[in-house]
């Protein structure tokens, strides 16, 4: 499997074969609970199928901290419970290798996934299931080198990692081992999901323009990267399919900033009233037209998304000038940021491409979420591990 471990989404693509996959997507949201949750009295069969909207789990694993073994409740299940108990990672203090959530959250969902698929292929759950896993996963360009990416490896490879899983009333046993694992940057796998893709992506990108550009093209252009996340932005300069290393680099920028400064202003217009909510409960009301606060959500989250913005396009002028020269062929706007900040951030992109005789590439929304965890995936099936150990017990 390929993990994308974000700040806000933890999105994980699972398949045999590069154009054969599945992904399945929960909140990077945990919270202990000291006693099981009360089962509902459906049939096994809705609570397998719906299992990732209640998933609770105890967890035993040598990978996370010494007294955090125990039960947890995961991802959406955790975002309706007491808020104050709810776990995030903290975008402002980085070092998600060495976080304990990104652990929870990657064993917990692929013992969901594994328990989902058995149940569909036979129709009956099993007390125990025992996996061997192929893992690749990544960390921020701010915070990567190759020590900090082979802590985190061997966190995985470090012994057996057993979940249990509460189905109603039944509990099933997965034990995982991970035999083979790669940590590599945030925002590096992106182009090799890209070149995996249809033409027809770049429909909107050659709309008007005398020169078509195809995805082969990307392979023998200068990129500069501008993977737009939760809590980091990752600047990636690039020779076709070869980032540059030295230059990378990374900002603690993003959705995630935005959204707990609208917080915070949101919380001034109620004055102090608002209550202890976490960045993935704002978005909750930002998304509900029906909630009774979701116009000021929205005023709050414009103000705070125009303002990160800027930040993110000074950082990208001062890079591509600085590390690259200004000699660039194709900036190249992905993320699930570049979604939210397109409106405000576009336009001047464009402008400052044009002076420095370069262009932009907007990834299309619908692609532009998913392309690290399936660039990945791409890269599971065509580097990591085809015909060589990576990381290996």
């Given amino acids: 499997m390929a993990v994308d471990i974000g700040n806000s989404q933890t999105k994980m693509v699972v398949g045999d074969k590069v154009d054969e996959y599945s992904i399945v997507k929960q909140p ?18 809705k609570i397998v199928s719906s299992l990732d909207d209640h998933l609770t789990v105890h967890i035993t694993s040598p990978a996370i901290r010494e007294g955090m073994d125990g039960i947890y409740v995961i991802g959406k299940k955790a975002m309706t419970t007491d808020l104050d108990e709810v776990q995030n990672m903290n975008i402002k203090l980085g070092n998600k290798h060495k976080h304990d959530i990104p652990i929870i959250m990657v064993i917990s969902m692929i013992a969901q996934k ?29 915070e990567f080198d190759f020590k900090k990416a082979k802590i ?56 008007g323009r005398e020169k ?46 935005a959204t707990e400064n609208a917080v915070m202003e949101l919380s001034e217009k109620l004055d102090g009233m608002l209550g202890n909510i976490n960045r993935q409960k704002f978005m909750d009301i930002y998304n509900d037209k029906s909630h009774h606060l979701h116009h000021d959500a929205r005023r709050c989250f414009k103000t705070a998304k125009i303002g990160q913005a800027n930040l993110i396009l000074e950082d990208i002028m001062t890079k591509i000038g600085s590390k690259a020269g200004n000699d660039v062929d194709l900036i190249l706007v992905y993320g699930g940021g570049s979604i939210q900040f397109r409106e405000y951030l576009e336009d001047d992109l464009k402008a400052y491409a044009e002076q420095i005789r370069s262009n932009v590439l907007w990834v299309p929304e619908e692609i532009a979420v998913d392309l690290n965890a399936k660039g990945l995936h791409v890269l599971n099936h065509t580097v990591f591990f085809k015909n060589k150990k990576t990381v290996s017990k």
């Fill in 28 to 45: 990077s949201v945990i919270r202990r609970v000291m006693k099981l949750p009360v089962t509902n009295d459906e049939s096994l069969k």
């Fill in 114 to 142: 594994a328990i989902q698929d058995s149940f569909d292929e036979s129709g009956k759950l099993e007390e125990t299931y025992n996996l061997e896993c192929n893992l690749s996963t990544a960390i921020p360009a701010s």
């Fill in 152 to 207: 985190l490896e061997d966190r995985f490879l470090k012994g057996f990692h057993i979940v249990v899983v509460y189905i109603g009333d039944k509990k099933v046993s997965v034990t995982i081992d991970f035999t083979r694992v790669k940590v590599m940057q945030e925002g590096m796998p992106a182009i090799f999901a890209l070149m995996v893709e249809k033409q027809e992506i770049l429909d909107q990108h050659n709309q």
């Fill in 212 to 257: 078509t550009l195809h995805l082969a093209d990307l392979k023998n252009l200068r990129l500069f990267h501008v993977d737009i996340g939760d809590g980091t932005n990752e600047y990636i300069p690039a020779n076709g399919l070869n980032p540059i290393l030295d230059a990378c680099s990374g900002e603690k920028r993003g959705v995630g900033h």
